[in-house]
């Protein structure tokens, strides 16, 4: 893998955390970086995800589901009538 030097710039208060953390988990600041990053898009991906999925099952029935729903509803009942 190509790594390629980039310089960002961060509130102190980040910075600080991200040093400690990184001395905690005995890895460099590229790599602490790196790692969040990596864990930030599969994050996002997740989220595109659950949204998407999310979309499929927001979908109301329109009027000729509904009317169907209704029909079938009314069938059920008179088939099981007194049966219960």
Not at 66 to 72: A, G, I, T
Request: glycine share 2%.
């Amino acid at each position: 893998m190509q790594a390629i030097k980039t310089a960002v710039s961060l509130d102190k208060s980040i910075f600080d955390q991200a040093e400690a953390l990184a001395q905690t988990l005995k890895v460099s600041r590229s790599k602490l970086y790196s790692l969040a990053l990596q864990d930030f898009f599969e994050h996002q991906k997740n989220r595109e995800l659950l949204a998407q999925i999310n979309a499929v099952y927001d979908d109301e029935p329109d009027t000729n589901e509904k009317q169907l729903q209704s029909k079938l509803h009314r069938q059920h009942r008179r088939m099981v009538g007194g049966e219960w």
